[in-house]
């Protein structure tokens, strides 16, 4: 018999209006969840809102730029108006301007973004919410990181220290928190149809994470584009299944907060089980 943990839960969501944190909260406001969504962009994040409404659940949401502190603090409180508590942040909002540091010269505006979205934007998504958790005696913070983050990467210098950060950070509030603060890092493998590879400079530095399996990379890559792809790469499961769905990943999240207050998954790392990523 299956318990729904989600249920009544406020959760806000950061990069709510487009891909993988789109689905995240179409998800999880289905399974009853009162959900918050924030983006800068005010189209999709209404396109959001509206289709969770339009289907029977309960969001609301607010323009927000999370690198700018006062706005996070305002969508915390903007949350806490609305619904009396945050039980919930996901700090999905990300990007990934890939780019070797000879590309510096196109690239240097990328990493700054980067810097800002990916580092400070968890910083100033937990500063936001900290408190409110604490006094409520409860709270999960749920952070976006990557395999990127695993290892300094050819390619991805910048893009997987940003990363590192994340699971650094997401570490120390862990330990801090502990008893009263869930907290919980999701590292996903390469996920197409995210839109995070809207920001890539250099395409040829995604190879680094592929190493010496390349050239299979390069392969199914092709095949994928094309619709051609093995039917063993493209069944979920089959375990040469390749290219993991902007869908499942998000389910994985919702997994992670469908537990109860007293289970904390703190880290998980989400794969295709046929990838050609060797980190």
Not at 197 to 203: D, R
Request: charge should be negative; glycine fraction near 10%; aromatic fraction near 6%.
């Amino acid at each position: 018999m299956s318990t729904n943990h989600i249920a009544d839960k406020v959760i806000v969501i950061t990069g709510a209006g487009s891909g993988f944190g789109k689905l995240v909260a179409e998800m999880t406001s289905a399974a009853g969840a009162k959900v918050v969504g924030a983006d800068i962009n005010e189209a999709g994040l209404t396109e959001t809102v509206e289709g969770i409404r339009a289907a029977g659940n309960i969001a609301e949401y607010l323009v927000t730029d999370v690198t700018d502190k006062e706005q996070m603090d305002r969508l915390a409180a903007f949350t806490v108006e609305k619904f009396g508590a945050v039980d919930v942040l996901v700090n999905n909002a990300g990007i990934m301007p890939l780019a070797y540091f000879a590309d510096h010269a196109s690239a240097w505006r990328g990493w700054d973004k980067a810097i800002d979205i990916n580092i400070k934007g968890v910083v100033n998504g937990i500063s936001a919410v900290y408190d409110q958790m604490i006094s409520q005696g409860r709270g999960q913070v749920v952070n976006i990181s990557s395999i990127y983050g695993n290892a300094g990467i050819e390619g991805s210098g910048v893009y997987s220290a940003t990363k590192a950060a994340v699971t650094t950070i997401s570490d120390s509030l862990r330990i801090e928190a502990k008893g009263k603060i869930k907290v919980t890092t999701v590292k996903p493998t390469g996920v197409p149809g995210t839109n995070l590879a809207s920001a890539v400079v250099n395409e040829a530095a995604l190879l680094g994470l592929v190493g010496n399996r390349s050239a299979h990379y390069l392969s199914s890559g092709a095949k994928f584009a094309s619709g051609d792809l093995d039917p063993a790469e493209a069944d979920p499961d089959n375990v040469q299944y390749w290219a993991m769905t902007p869908v499942e990943l998000a389910k994985s999240v919702v997994y992670v907060i469908d537990q109860p207050w007293g289970i904390s998954i703190s880290d998980i790392t989400v794969r295709a089980s046929g990838d050609d990523y060797i980190y």
